[in-house]
Protein backbone atom coordinates (compact mmCIF):
# COMPACT_ATOMS: atom_id res chain seq x y z
CA UNK A 1 0.00 0.00 0.00
CA UNK A 2 1.44 3.65 -1.10
CA UNK A 3 1.05 6.64 1.15
CA UNK A 4 -0.02 9.62 0.11
CA UNK A 5 2.48 13.05 -0.91
CA UNK A 6 0.49 15.22 1.51
CA UNK A 7 -0.72 13.36 4.05
CA UNK A 8 -0.33 9.85 6.09
CA UNK A 9 -3.15 7.97 4.59
CA UNK A 10 -2.92 5.42 2.62
CA UNK A 11 -4.04 4.99 -1.14
CA UNK A 12 -4.94 2.38 -3.54
CA UNK A 13 -2.39 2.87 -6.14
CA UNK A 14 -4.47 1.24 -8.56
CA UNK A 15 -7.30 3.51 -7.99
CA UNK A 16 -7.82 5.72 -11.01
CA UNK A 17 -8.74 8.61 -9.32
CA UNK A 18 -5.00 9.57 -7.37
CA UNK A 19 -3.07 11.86 -9.01
CA UNK A 20 0.57 11.09 -9.96
CA UNK A 21 3.32 13.47 -10.05
CA UNK A 22 5.29 14.38 -13.25
CA UNK A 23 8.11 15.83 -13.70
CA UNK A 24 9.32 17.06 -17.37
CA UNK A 25 11.01 19.96 -19.03
CA UNK A 26 9.49 23.13 -21.26
CA UNK A 27 11.04 26.24 -22.73
CA UNK A 28 10.14 29.38 -24.02
CA UNK A 29 8.41 32.85 -22.64
CA UNK A 30 5.54 30.47 -21.26
CA UNK A 31 7.13 27.66 -20.53
CA UNK A 32 5.09 25.25 -22.46
CA UNK A 33 5.26 22.28 -24.69
CA UNK A 34 6.78 19.61 -21.67
CA UNK A 35 9.14 17.46 -23.16
CA UNK A 36 10.72 13.87 -21.18
CA UNK A 37 7.86 13.82 -19.18
CA UNK A 38 8.56 11.45 -16.16
CA UNK A 39 6.66 10.00 -13.17
CA UNK A 40 8.70 10.77 -9.82
CA UNK A 41 6.62 8.10 -7.99
CA UNK A 42 5.14 10.42 -5.83
CA UNK A 43 1.00 9.67 -5.30
CA UNK A 44 -1.88 11.96 -3.76
CA UNK A 45 -5.65 11.63 -3.23
CA UNK A 46 -7.46 13.83 -5.57
CA UNK A 47 -9.06 15.15 -2.39
CA UNK A 48 -5.65 16.37 -1.08
CA UNK A 49 -5.04 17.97 -4.72
CA UNK A 50 -8.44 19.63 -4.28
CA UNK A 51 -7.73 21.03 -1.01
CA UNK A 52 -3.81 22.64 -1.98
CA UNK A 53 -5.42 23.99 -5.14
CA UNK A 54 -8.13 25.66 -2.91
CA UNK A 55 -5.51 26.96 -0.96
CA UNK A 56 -6.33 24.57 2.15
CA UNK A 57 -3.33 22.31 3.62
CA UNK A 58 -4.75 18.92 3.14
CA UNK A 59 -3.52 18.12 6.80
CA UNK A 60 -6.12 20.95 8.46
CA UNK A 61 -9.84 20.69 8.90
CA UNK A 62 -11.91 22.12 6.35
CA UNK A 63 -13.40 25.12 6.81
CA UNK A 64 -15.94 24.97 3.86
CA UNK A 65 -17.50 21.79 2.95
CA UNK A 66 -17.59 22.67 -0.96
CA UNK A 67 -13.85 20.63 -1.94
Known amino acids: MSRCAFCPE ?5 DTTIYH ?5 VTGPKLDGPVLRE ?3 QLAHKSCIQALIAGQAPDQP ?6
Open 39 to 41: QTG
Open 10 to 14: PLDAD
Open 62 to 67: LLFDDL
Open 21 to 25: EVKSW
